[in-house]
């Protein structure tokens, strides 16, 4: 259901069978919460927010790939991907991605 480079992608798959007022059933496929790592525990680079800068280009330069911001994301705590670049000179860490 999703690619690999998505977050999701790893995260399990569920199921719930739920019956409707009616009687009849109805079975819902569902990604199970996804929880993260504690960024402190991961390799990171620093860089520092620039005036203007922007999470899916930050993503492109570091990772190559713009839809990677949500690494950013998660490196950073932040739920709100333009949370990243709205503070200039905001140091931001960047995990470092294996091969």
């Avoid at 999701?8 to 569920?14: C, I, L, S, T």
């Avoid at 007022?21 to 991961?42: C, E, H, M, N, Q």
């Avoid at 990772?63 to 739920?79: H, M, S, Y």
Wanted: with cysteine.
């Amino acid at each position: 259901m999703f690619e690999a480079t998505s977050r999701y992608y790893k995260v399990d798959d569920a199921n719930l069978t739920v019956t409707l007022p009616d009687g009849s059933t109805r079975s819902v496929s569902y990604k199970r919460r996804r929880f993260i790592a504690d960024p402190s525990s991961l390799p990171a680079l620093e860089h520092i927010a620039v005036h203007g800068e922007r999470p899916d280009l930050l993503a492109s330069r570091y990772f190559g790939e713009p839809t990677q911001f949500w690494r950013l994301c998660d490196a950073n705590r932040v739920i709100r991907p333009a949370e990243l670049t709205e503070t200039a000179g905001r140091p931001l860490a960047v995990p470092v991605i294996g091969p």
